[in-house]
């Protein structure tokens, strides 16, 4: 396997770029148990995931989220 620098990365076209960056995401999400959650950001994944448990008809489906993300309206929220 060949070794590149950080440098050498770096003067990639973007779509390459693009293309190494989801190699290392991909290698990463192949480990999750190797990423540490901290203690504060455990704590609020587990009061949104009770907040979402006492309330699961709140908020918006992932067809709304989408929609307000692509007109922009999002930012009125």
């Known amino acids: 396997m ?3 620098s950080i440098a050498e990365i770096l003067e990639l076209p973007v779509q ?6 989801e ?3 991909d290698s990463v999400a192949a480990v999750p148990e190797a990423v540490e959650v ?3 950001v ?18 918006y489906s992932w067809d709304e989220v989408r929609a ?3 007109d922009g ?5």
């Not at 704590?43 to 309330?55: D, G, K, N, S, T």
């Not at 309206?73 to 929220?77: F, G, I, K, L, V």
């Open 2 to 4: 060949k070794h590149f």
């Open 23 to 25: 190699l290392i995401w």
């Open 16 to 21: 390459e770029r693009i293309r190494v960056v």
């Open 42 to 59: 455990r704590a609020v994944i587990e009061e949104r995931l009770r907040q979402f448990e006492a309330a699961p008809d709140e908020g």
């Open 68 to 70: 307000r993300l692509k």
């Open 73 to 77: 309206t999002w930012r009125s929220a």
């Open 38 to 40: 901290s203690v504060e």
